[in-house]
């Protein structure tokens, strides 16, 4: 199946001949970049390509993790038996307005959201950003997961990283870190940092597994306005 293209982010940008873009020239065109909600949301680490999904990446096995949790492009030799784990693999894609009441419902069930952060205002927050994107996660036509991230110019965030509870221990919550990963590199950022509440020990070991270590640091907050006030 072929995937929409996008002047300047195609294999010319790569170093490698565009033929859309060389046909284009010749006919005394230009080829106009494509909306963001037409550009696959993943794209590959240093090699950003409107023509590829990691999503497809991921189900023939050509992205994998290694033991120390950085996503890599995998070798023939595991691509078999990437077939047969990934098989379960999401439809990613960039957060749609028409998701919004599945999006918050999925947190709610994740029991991720808190009084003093309204859910809804923290979609609006994102999309309005341009440093920040939200993504689902589909199969068939049930939202199943989500993951929101951003970068400060420093470093990466993740949050309401969730996966539907019944649905998890499938890998779909490695899928949607892989996106969210895969977003940030693609702007060259080069490190993600997440926050983990005190005595979520599931979490802990699960970003674990992924590579993530505690870092030295101590979270200092302060609210700037009632978290209390309606």
């Given amino acids: 199946m072929s995937l929409p293209h996008q002047a300047g982010v195609g294999g010319e ?3 490698r001949p565009d033929p859309l873009a060389g046909c284009a020239r010749r006919k005394g065109r230009t080829l106009r970049p494509l909306p963001d909600a037409f550009i696959p949301v993943a794209l590959r680490k240093r090699r950003v390509r409107a023509d590829r999904s990691s999503a497809h ?3 023939i096995g050509g992205l994998s993790w290694t033991p120390g949790g950085r996503l890599q492009a995998a070798g023939r030799a595991n691509r078999a038996e990437s077939r047969k784990t990934d098989y379960m693999s999401l439809h990613i894609r960039t957060y749609r307005e ?4 599945a999006v918050i419902a999925l ?4 029991a991720l959201t808190r009084p003093w952060n309204d859910p809804s205002a923290d979609i609006d927050l994102c999309v309005r950003s341009r440093e920040a994107t939200l993504m689902v996660g589909y ?5 199943i997961a989500s993951v929101m991230v951003g970068h400060d110019g420093h470093r990466g965030w993740i949050y309401y990283l969730a996966v539907e509870p019944e649905r998890q221990g499938h890998g779909h ?28 020990a ?7 597994a992924l590579g993530y270590e505690a870092q030295d640091v101590t979270v200092f907050g302060k609210w700037l306005n009632d978290p209390n006030a309606p």
């Fill in 13 to 15: 940008k790569a170093g």
């Fill in 57 to 59: 990446l991921r189900l």
């Fill in 98 to 101: 028409q998701d919004r009441d």
């Fill in 107 to 110: 947190w709610e069930r994740c």
């Fill in 139 to 143: 199969r068939e036509d049930d939202l």
């Fill in 173 to 200: 919550g490695r899928e949607m870190m892989a996106e969210a990963e895969l977003w940030l590199a693609s702007r060259n950022v080069g490190k993600v940092q997440l926050m983990v509440r005190i005595g979520n």
């Fill in 202 to 208: 599931d979490a802990e070991a699960f970003y674990g």
